[in-house]
């Protein structure tokens, strides 16, 4: 059968929480049409950790990757489909084949042809752990073989019908076959091209990353707001990792654009005439406390549920945002309706009784001087590791106000660590943890939910509960194997309820959201289509 698109539901709730959701596009309020040339200086939270798109796990870098790298498919507002540098594919009636026909006319920065041969290479080398690592074990992981039919058709085969293989074509980029050969491609950088509209020409660790116009660059999908080359010259994105001084640097003129505007701060641009101010929720699973089943106290389940009832998280996120930010219950976010059951909403938490019963019944029965719970002379004391690379969005703030219910309600010890990347890669490798702060953007439709619940030598590379249970895995794998969206609804609905309530795998606490403030003179500035998160610079002019 051939598939030119996909439709879906998610585009009824997108008014919501966006002010705009194009592809970076030129507003009608703008007036005028868009100014070709210019420099824009861009004020960024993250800092990548790698350049490699590949190997970048910083949903948050996106926002400078998406410059220099592409894929196959885009997606729209409702979650559909529409060609980019695959210009259709069809599907087997079995589920098993994907055939993809290519552009022509697309070339790598760096002078390489795009090509079937190059589109096999990159499949072919991201399956390979020596490469890819855990992600090898991801979605990935389906296809049996990636075969180039000729120079404009891919045919990949999978082991096993996989209903949210689309949705992962559509997120791999593709880089330069050449970049498998330098040595600088787990770094990523200059050497490892794209085929985006804007090429990388400088990157300055700890300061900024320069990317400038690639002016043969015209093939953006139907989704953007425009084609042929971006109308900026060049655009550098300055790493400011405080807030407070991304609000200073736009208001002081010394930045453009900002995004991850503070609850504190929103209100300084938003009704500034002089500035333009948006946000949109984001796909993909909630800033989530995950709890783990295998080491710490969290072990007991009773200990986990405690944890997930005792927390007034309402009241938590209005203490640290401001009401800047929406609450949530599941194990994906509201937008995801297609996934994603409301009816868990107001089914647990914020309740201080229960929490200190299942203490109780778990045998943390006493109390030391400071008022934490003990047994056998141990304290409660639960370790919540962050990641310096991903602490972004005042979650340290989160964190402390996390901390001081736990105390108050139900004399928990919410110890809070924040770790430097080397010793947050040994401890979720080990599994020698008690709990961590996640969020996961961009993906969407299943591989998503995935990545946190399959047991981890099975996909699960973020994993964070650790759990193995069998139910868990059963519903995944006969999610994945059916494209009937009732089924699949119906099973994350399953174990979305063990998840959270029967089980506190994880405390959900508010949906990714991102910011961007704007000076007057800067137009075309918006989100991505489905995922919201903040576009790259393509569709962004300067009024003179």
């Not at 927390?311 to 599941?330: F, H, I, M």
């Not at 409660?380 to 991903?390: G, K, M, P, S, Y």
């Not at 961590?436 to 509960?465: C, K, M, Q, W």
Request: glycine content about 10%; some cysteine; proline content about 5%.
């Amino acid at each position: 059968m051939t598939v030119v698109a996909r439709t879906g539901l998610i585009g009824a709730v997108l008014g919501i929480a966006i002010s705009m959701a194009v592809l970076g596009g030129a507003r009608a309020e703008d007036g005028g049409p868009p100014v070709q040339g210019g420099s824009l200086t861009w004020g960024v939270e993250t800092e990548p950790t790698t350049l490699n798109p590949h190997l970048n796990g910083q949903a948050k870098a996106k926002l400078l990757l998406r410059n220099v790298f592409e894929s196959l498919l885009a997606r729209t507002a409702d979650g559909g489909y529409v060609p980019w540098l695959a210009t259709g594919y069809k599907v087997s009636d079995d589920g098993r084949t994907y055939s993809f026909t290519l552009r022509d006319d697309v070339t790598f920065s760096d002078g390489q042809k795009f090509n079937a041969a190059a589109v096999v290479t990159n499949f072919t080398r991201v399956k390979d752990p020596a490469y890819s690592a855990a992600i090898s074990t991801g979605p990935i992981s389906h296809i049996a073989e990636a075969r180039a039919v000729d120079d404009r058709t891919v045919e990949l085969t999978l082991k096993d019908p996989y209903a949210p293989f689309l949705d992962y074509i559509a997120a791999l980029e593709i880089i330069s076959p050449a970049a498998f050969a330098s040595p600088k491609l787990k770094a990523g950088g200059s050497e490892v091209a794209g085929t985006g509209p804007f090429i990388l020409d400088r990157y300055t660790k700890g300061q900024d990353a320069h990317f400038v116009r690639n002016p043969a660059y015209n093939w953006a999908p139907s989704t953007a707001s425009h084609q042929g080359p971006a109308y900026l010259d060049e655009v550098t994105y300055r790493f400011l990792s405080e807030s407070s001084v991304r609000t200073g640097a736009l208001s002081s003129g010394q930045v453009d654009l900002i995004e991850g505007i503070s609850g504190n701060d929103a209100e300084l641009f938003r009704d500034d005439p002089e500035f333009r101010y948006q946000h949109a929720l984001n796909s993909g699973t909630p800033c989530t406390l995950y709890l783990n089943t295998t080491f710490g106290p969290t072990q007991d389940v009773r200990v986990r549920r405690a944890v997930v009832a005792a927390v007034d998280v309402d009241a938590v996120l209005q203490s640290v945002y401001r009401g800047e930010r929406t609450r949530s219950w599941g194990i994906t976010a509201p937008i995801d309706i297609q996934l994603y059951d409301a009816s868990i909403e107001r089914s647990y938490g914020n309740d201080p009784a229960l929490a200190n019963q299942l203490l109780d019944e778990a045998g943390w029965t006493g109390r030391d001087a400071e008022g934490f719970r003990t047994r056998d002379g141990q304290r409660l004391r639960i370790e919540a590791t962050q990641a310096q690379a991903t602490l972004r969005d005042q979650r340290d703030v989160l964190l402390q106000a996390l901390q001081a219910q736990l105390r108050q309600k139900a004399g928990i010890d919410l110890a809070i660590a924040t770790v430097d990347p080397g010793t947050y890669a040994d401890r979720t490798a080990s599994g020698r943890f008690d709990a961590i702060l996640n969020s996961t953007t961009p993906a969407g439709d299943g591989f998503n939910i995935e990545y946190h619940y399959l047991p981890v030598d099975r996909g699960g590379r973020i994993n964070y509960s650790r759990t193995a249970a069998p139910k868990v895995l059963g519903w995944l794998q006969a999610a994945a194997a059916t494209l009937d969206r009732k089924t699949r609804f119906d099973l994350y609905a399953r174990l979305q309820r063990y998840a959270i309530v029967e089980q506190g795998l994880g405390l959900p606490l508010y949906v990714p959201e991102d910011q961007i403030a704007a000076a007057s003179h800067v137009h075309g500035e918006g989100f991505r289509p489905f995922f919201q998160m903040p576009e790259n610079a393509y569709g962004i002019w300067l009024e003179r």
